[in-house]
């Protein structure tokens, strides 16, 4: 049996910061490790550095594809699934289909015909929030678990009713009792939905990082290249309203013995390591247990994580520890500038809280990412205000997302009746994707990427984004300023 493990491309504009934060694609590459243990034959396909998928497809002839991806890769991850079925009914498109429709005898004498069609399976974090948006024809399973016994169940072709955190194609005909029809997806009458479990990350073998070491110089976090990821733990356990990390794993946060994962960071080879847990700092003990072994074991590396704001307000001793083993960027999202906007979505924090996180990062050498939101009832005055508050705190890293309401959250049909757009590509919070309140979207696109420009002019004085086109990314926003909302 042959798997081959997609990642499509985030975007095919070049406005998708490729070459600038390019992750490894870890998930995959775990995945890649169990499904290796349990005897298969796995290649790894990763669109933001290999943009020929149909390529791969040729040369390796998989039995199965597994795809993986966000919301805005939803499109390109179904257009692939439609490219497997279509290469495994016709060997391919275009000039060899159409010689082969046209004379079946070559098309018999070429493949035999006992070539099994391409089995698609779609998972990743979409997927199992969102898993309906996949009960297409081209499609045969949707895992909604990070469980990979699941993958390597339905490879060795095990009944799916057996299986959990699966949706599959099944018969409705066959369901003989109407009371058992509750999980069948009404729009989709002929997918079954087979709920998740929890899985214990503590299970999951260490990545395969045989396609990051053939491909090291591709991935990077800004300055820090090459890049390597880990995962510490699943699910995040706060409950801001605004995000759907903590509805991953079914709810549940679960980690890894943190001496398991130093072990793991000894192994890769790579001075740069990015954890990609939504939240790393979570837990006091297990932080120093990890500060005490990385020293212990003399590990010479820099750190990139997710920490929030109050955790690094109440614990600085903590930070200044992180900042002694190579802690070097903290991605914290402060959100915003206002209490009030704070508590209505339950952060957990404050205004206040969040410029002393800033300062104690500061004072210990850590640079901090600073995630905010433009809310959709901002006004030109909240879009100036937010830009006065970073330069008055003197952020130099900052990231602004455009409010984009999650498609799997309840609030979501809030938002149905004033959505601008549908296509989960725009699903990238660079999109304004519901009708903003106040203003309209052509000004809000305006005023954004106003704030953009004058950050990102701001960055470029300071120095920090040396290594990246400057120019290509100005020129992109003006012509943004003027064309997303015209
Ligand atoms: S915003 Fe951060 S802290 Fe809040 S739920 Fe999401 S990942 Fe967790």
Not at 348 to 360: D, E, F, H, K, L
Request: net charge neutral; hydrophobic share 35%.
């Amino acid at each position: 049996m042959k798997i081959l493990l997609a990642n499509p491309e985030t975007s095919r504009s070049k406005y998708d910061f490729a070459g600038i934060i390019d992750d490894e694609p870890y998930d995959l590459e775990c995945l890649m490790a169990y499904l290796k243990i349990k005897g298969y034959e796995v290649r790894l396909w990763d669109g933001q550095i290999d943009k020929d998928f149909a390529r791969t497809v040729k040369l390796f002839e998989p039995d199965f594809v597994y795809f993986c991806g966000r919301t805005r890769q939803e499109n390109f991850i179904k257009e692939y699934c439609a490219y497997c079925k279509d290469y495994s009914e016709n060997k391919g498109s275009g000039l060899l289909k159409n010689l082969l429709s046209n004379s079946p005898s070559l098309k018999s004498r070429l493949f035999s015909g006992n070539k099994k069609p391409i089995t698609t399976i779609v998972g990743g974090i979409h997927a199992s929030l969102n898993p309906e948006r996949f009960f297409e024809d081209d499609v045969d399973y949707v895992v909604t678990t990070y469980d990979p016994s699941v993958v390597a169940a339905i490879i060795e072709g095990k009944n799916p009713e057996n299986l959990k955190g699966i949706c599959y194609r099944a018969d409705i005909s066959d369901n003989s009792d109407p009371d058992k029809n509750d999980d069948i997806d009404l729009k989709s009458k002929n997918w079954k939905k087979n709920p998740p479990a929890p899985f214990d990350i503590r299970k999951m073998p260490w990545a395969d990082r045989s396609n990051f070491y053939e491909n090291r110089e591709k991935y990077c976090y800004l300055e820090l290249r090459p890049c390597a990821i880990i995962r510490t733990a699943y699910c995040c356990p706060y409950s801001c309203a605004f995000c759907y990390r903590n509805r991953l794993n079914c709810g549940k946060y679960v980690s890894r013995d943190i001496v398991d994962v130093v072990d793991e960071i000894e192994s890769i080879e790579c001075e740069n390591i990015y954890i990609i847990d939504d939240d790393f700092l979570v837990g006091t003990q297990r932080l120093h247990k990890f500060v005490e072994l990385i020293k212990e074991r003399n590990i010479k590396k820099n750190f990139v994580a997710f920490g929030r704001a109050d955790f690094i307000v109440k614990h600085p001793e903590v930070i200044k520890e992180l900042s002694e083993i190579g802690f070097y960027y903290i991605l914290t999202g402060l959100e915003y500038i206002e209490n009030k906007r704070l508590s209505d979505t339950n952060k957990r924090s404050g205004v206040n809280t969040n410029g002393n996180a800033i300062r104690i990062l500061h004072e210990n050498g850590i640079h901090m990412m600073a995630m905010f939101i433009t809310d959709l009832d901002f006004k030109k005055k909240d879009f100036k205000n937010l830009y006065r508050w970073i330069k008055h705190f003197k952020l130099k890293h900052v990231a602004v997302s455009i409010y984009t309401p999650e498609m799997c959250l309840e609030n979501f049909s809030e938002y149905k009746d004033r959505l601008v757009t549908e296509d989960p590509a725009d699903w990238d919070y660079l999109h304004v994707v519901a009708q903003p309140t106040n203003i309209s979207v052509k000004k809000y696109y305006y005023y954004y990427h106003i704030l953009l420009i004058k950050l990102f002019l701001r960055a470029k004085r300071q120095g920090i984004y040396d290594f990246m086109d400057y120019k290509m990314f100005i020129k992109s926003f003006i012509k943004n300023l003027f064309k997303f909302g015209g």
